[in-house]
């Protein structure tokens, strides 16, 4: 049976569930409790798990996969490696500190970090050949620098606005752009029945970023409309009853629904329909 940890709390939980859920497989109920739940009709048990330990149980091939944040796998500095990145549980990585003190990360040089991303930290640093104190913390690293524990601090950064309320301000290049990643052990070989699942998830992710798109055309325009909505391989053109329109379906990007329907209007496509795809295949 295939064996997969899914993160038990935080902001990666539910959307981990959902997904998993969308792709068919039995998950954990919405306020669920369950610490395991075997799928016996797919042949897969979820175990679920502190984000951040689940990079160490796959290297250490106690489960074949799981879902964690991509900086929780890179701090983990686990034997395991990103399969797929899941679109979920966005989020920058960004050094910060007191307003005009830091421009650049050459301005880090014999200060003091303070970060909960410690190993992903230090690593960075190395990197650029900046040696500095690394301080770990597990939590609320922004009122290290007023309690005199460091000198600035590595973070995630959504809005930005618990930093500027810390006197803060993000600078350089962000340290890491992270998300919801699927993982594996590095060093041994894949275990059956993961591929189904990256399917699966990979059906997901298509369905919930395109649309499928329906409309009628001149025949003599159906190239002009091919130019401006290709598909994901290539539309399915169908002849009409007046031989003179042809019937197109095509696969379109979700976020630009609406901008594909004014420009295949402008050409002189007519009963433009557009349909969400519940599950697919790719």
């Known amino acids: 049976m295939l064996r997969i940890a899914v993160p038990n709390k935080g902001s990666l939980s539910d959307p981990a569930v959902s997904m998993l859920r969308e792709a068919g497989y039995r998950a954990r109920r919405d306020g669920g409790r369950e610490l395991v739940i075997r799928d016996e009709d797919h042949g897969i048990e979820f175990f679920y798990l502190r984000p951040r330990d689940i990079a160490v149980y796959v290297g250490a091939g106690t489960v074949d ?4 944040g ?19 549980g966005e989020s920058t990585f960004r050094f910060a500190a007191p307003l005009g003190t830091a421009e650049r990360i050459e301005d880090i040089a014999g200060r003091r970090v303070a970060t909960s991303y410690d190993v992903l930290v230090g690593r960075h640093l190395a990197e650029h050949g900046v040696e500095a104190s690394v301080v770990h913390l597990d939590g609320a690293v922004e009122s290290s620098v ?12 959504e809005t930005g606005s618990t930093l500027r309320a810390a006197g803060l301000a ?45 409309f009628d055309i001149p ?4 190239s002009a409309a091919v130019a401006v909505a290709p598909g994901f391989e290539s539309p399915t053109i169908s002849p009409l009853h007046d031989r003179d329109w042809a019937a197109v379906r095509v696969m379109v990007p979700r976020d ?6 004014d420009m295949l209007y402008d050409i002189g496509a007519r009963a433009i329909l557009v349909t969400s795809i519940h599950a697919c295949r790719i």
């Open 65 to 68: 996969a799981g879902i964690t």
């Open 70 to 88: 991509r900086d929780l796998l890179l701090d983990s500095d686990a034997a395991a490696v990103e399969r797929m990145a899941l679109g979920f």
């Open 146 to 157: 007023e309690l005199g524990v460091a000198d600035l601090v590595a973070d995630v950064v």
């Open 170 to 214: 993000v600078f350089g290049p962000p340290i890491l752009v992270s998300e919801a990643v699927l993982i594996a052990p590095r060093d041994r070989e894949i275990a059956p029945g993961l591929d189904v699942l990256e399917r699966r998830l990979q059906g997901v992710l298509v369905a919930q970023r395109y649309v499928l798109m329906d």
């Open 219 to 222: 025949a003599d325009r159906v």
């Open 256 to 261: 630009r629904t609406n901008t594909v329907m």
